[in-house]
């Protein structure tokens, strides 16, 4: 039984959340927005001139100081994961998040206010298919330096586990998992950041945390509270009192779990791995994770994907009665045996075609290439996508009998697997720009045996025979 196909999704309306920025301390809005199909995570600095737009992409983050910061061309966004997470944790696909300035409100340091924002707005389902990345082996990042570690492994469906070691008494060994993406809402999205004393004092110490009031991080004690820092912290947080409860956090907040740290570093990931860019289907395991080793990862399987995606055969149905016919290709084509290499066209579309060649031992350049060995050169691969590219050319003017078409560039060219007889080529080409002044350049890819063998780009020319 084939699996039903789960469509994109975005919001119903757009949405505003305002509150303070923690590294500048000031007020900051926030407003999703919905999004076209196949448009993924787009932030949006309306504080700017021209709104510059700048994608939830892996390849744009830049530093993983205290939080995951991402530049295009000089634009940035600061702490993307909380507002991210949310927006996977809801498993929204498509979203514009419009900020006034470089980073969302941190809000009480959790996925949770964002949550309820993109739930108000309500979740819409869109046409198109959500694409999926469908784990088949382990793939891992280590960062050597921490022993820091993240794999993704087989399974049905997206799970997390992180655990979490930092060395301190006060926080210990710390364990959290989601067995599955619709727990995000009630076990993790509310989990919220962290800190040490130490940490906390040294970025008092250097005003770099504005908008970092006691209510929106869970503060661990891990160093003795001496009177000067009590000063500092009352200052900083407005506070008359400031104390240390037994189990070893500042009185400012109450744990909603034991694990509270682990959660949070789960619900990191889960923001973190957003940039990748398309919903994973496999478990995560985290030990020690924190934003750089999570973006390091999310590149890596960013550039897996794109690499699959490029290598990915399409599916073709073969048994369907063919566009074109060779006699039909004939009265397009001049080629004629044994230089006519392409025997049915399955596909014709405005700006890309699909033909077939089915190779036999019969083929005359089997003769000598190789003896005791035949190898379809890859020259005659090219020629017959450029043969195949042809009718798509062809099919743009009323008299395709009276053009030929001309060879004036091949750029790209790679030849990945051999073609033997018995093997059925199928080429696949579409136009990187639209045909002018009967200058045609496409994309094309060969596959025969559900792997790509050959991939080129061409550049041919049009000309009318009289012209000749």
Do not use: W
Not at 346 to 361: A, C, W
């Amino acid at each position: 039984m084939s699996e039903s196909i789960v469509k994109q999704r975005t919001i119903g309306k757009e949405v505003s959340l305002t509150g303070v920025g923690l590294h500048t301390g000031k007020e900051v809005t926030i407003t999703f927005k919905p999004a076209s199909e196949n448009q993924g995570y787009n932030f949006v600095r309306v504080d700017l001139e021209g709104n510059p737009v700048i994608e939830a992409d892996a390849n744009y983050v830049v530093n993983t100081q205290r939080g995951t910061n991402l530049e295009k061309r000089g634009v940035k966004i600061q702490t993307s994961e909380h507002v991210l997470a949310a927006l996977v944790g809801l498993e929204v696909d498509n979203c514009t998040i419009e900020l006034n300035a470089s980073e969302p409100p941190i809000m009480d340091g959790s996925s949770k206010y964002f949550v309820e924002a993109i739930e108000k707005a309500g979740i819409v389902e869109q046409e198109a298919p959500r694409e999926e990345y469908v784990v088949k082996e382990v793939i891992s990042f280590v960062d050597e330096e921490t022993g820091s570690e993240i794999i993704v492994m087989p399974s049905d469906e997206y799970q997390v586990t992180t655990m979490v070691d930092f060395g301190t008494k006060v926080l210990g060994t710390q364990n959290a998992s989601m067995k599955r993406i619709s727990d995000f809402k009630e076990e993790i999205a509310n989990a919220r950041t962290f800190s040490f004393l130490h940490e906390i004092e040294m970025l008092l110490d250097h005003g770099l945390i504005k908008g970092g009031d006691l209510n929106n991080a869970i503060v661990y004690v891990d160093k003795e509270l001496s009177a000067s820092t009590m000063d500092k912290l009352r200052t900083a947080f407005g506070k008359d009192n400031i104390s240390v409860k037994p189990n070893g956090i500042l009185d400012n907040l109450t744990l909603h779990y034991p694990n509270e740290a682990a959660r949070h570093k789960l619900l990191d990931v889960i923001g973190d791995l957003a940039l990748v860019g398309t919903r994973i289907k496999g478990k995560v395991i985290a030990n020690k994770p924190g934003h750089y080793v999570n973006t390091q990862f999310a590149k890596k399987l960013s550039r897996i994907i794109k690499i699959e995606k490029r290598n990915r055969v399409p599916k073709f149905d073969l048994n369907k009665p063919p566009v074109k016919d060779i006699n039909e290709i004939m009265s397009m084509l001049p080629h004629r045996p044994p230089f006519l290499l392409v025997d049915k066209i399955m596909e014709l579309g405005e700006d890309y075609v699909v033909g077939l060649k089915n190779v036999t031992m019969n083929e005359p350049f089997f003769v000598g290439h190789f003896p005791g060995a035949p190898v379809m050169p890859g020259v005659l691969i090219v020629e017959a996508m450029a043969q195949t590219g042809g009718i798509l050319a062809l099919s743009t003017v009323p008299d395709p009998e009276n053009y030929l078409t001309f060879f004036m560039k091949i750029d790209n060219v790679k030849f990945k697997q051999q073609v033997n007889p018995g093997d059925t080529l199928i080429f696949d080409l579409e136009l990187i720009s639209p045909i002018r002044r009967g200058i045609v350049h496409m994309r094309g890819s060969a596959y025969a045996n559900d792997k790509l063998v050959t991939e080129a780009e061409l550049m041919a020319q049009m000309v009318k025979t009289k012209n000749l």
